[in-house]
């Protein structure tokens, strides 16, 4: 393991550069080696795990009005990793029409990348899985799209609680047909979970 811990600082260590936001289907770049997204409900923490892992502080810019964002952001990182911050869903601010055209974009996105080889799926560790995050497990269950699923904020709520919320979201996970077991339990402030989610995604490489 201290190899891969290693392995995931010295990925990380190096330049990480914003390249671009998309937000048709028609704009998605061409596909440059191994290719990782992060998903999440609004407020979940997203933008703060990702500048935690990457080590910059601004790299994802945190929205002050949540759901706002409707592109994907894709970020290079150190020329060996494309990173992909998808908007945050569940949250109800966009009208029917808007939800249904970006659900198609992300649809499209999901199934037909082929250098996308595994979407992180944060989960607030205070409220555990939502439907929302059903819904988004049921899409990339039906994109066939492994994923992994990444607790956050865990310092907020007592070790005893997170043990439980941790066994229930096991539990969800290995009902699903495209999860992978492990699960990822992470806070941004304290930098707990950093260096092994480091190691997991320098591992895909």
């Known amino acids: 393991m201290t190899d891969q811990i290693d392995a995931g600082r010295r990925l990380f260590g190096g330049p990480c550069r914003f390249l671009l936001g998309v937000a048709r289907l028609d704009q998605l770049p061409e596909v440059k080696g ?18 935690a892992v990457t080590g ?5 810019r945190a929205s002050n ?26 949250y109800a601010k966009a009208s ?22 595994r ?6 560790a205070r409220h555990g899985i939502k439907t929302a995050d059903m819904e988004m497990f ?15 904020k865990t310092d907020k709520i007592k ?13 969800a996970a290995r009902k699903r047909p495209a999860a992978f077991p492990v699960i990822h339990a992470t806070s941004s402030e304290k930098g707990t979970g950093i260096p092994e989610l480091r190691a997991e995604i320098a591992g895909l490489l």
């Open 159 to 171: 070790p005893a609680e997170l043990e439980k919320v941790m066994a229930g979201v096991e539990e």
């Open 138 to 152: 049921d899409l990339l269950d039906e994109a066939a799209v492994t994923y992994q699923l990444v607790l956050t």
């Open 34 to 51: 191994v290719e990782i997204a992060f998903a999440g409900r609004s407020n979940v923490g997203k933008s703060s795990l990702i500048n």
């Open 119 to 124: 979407v992180f799926v944060l989960i607030d």
């Open 65 to 90: 009005t949540p759901g706002r964002t409707r592109e994907l952001n894709f970020f290079d990182v150190n020329g060996q990793l494309t990173l992909v911050d998808m908007p945050g869903y569940g």
């Open 96 to 117: 029917k029409s808007e939800v249904k055209k970006w659900q198609s974009v992300l649809r499209g996105y999901l199934r037909g990348r082929p250098g996308l080889t």
């Open 56 to 60: 910059m502080r601004d790299l994802a």
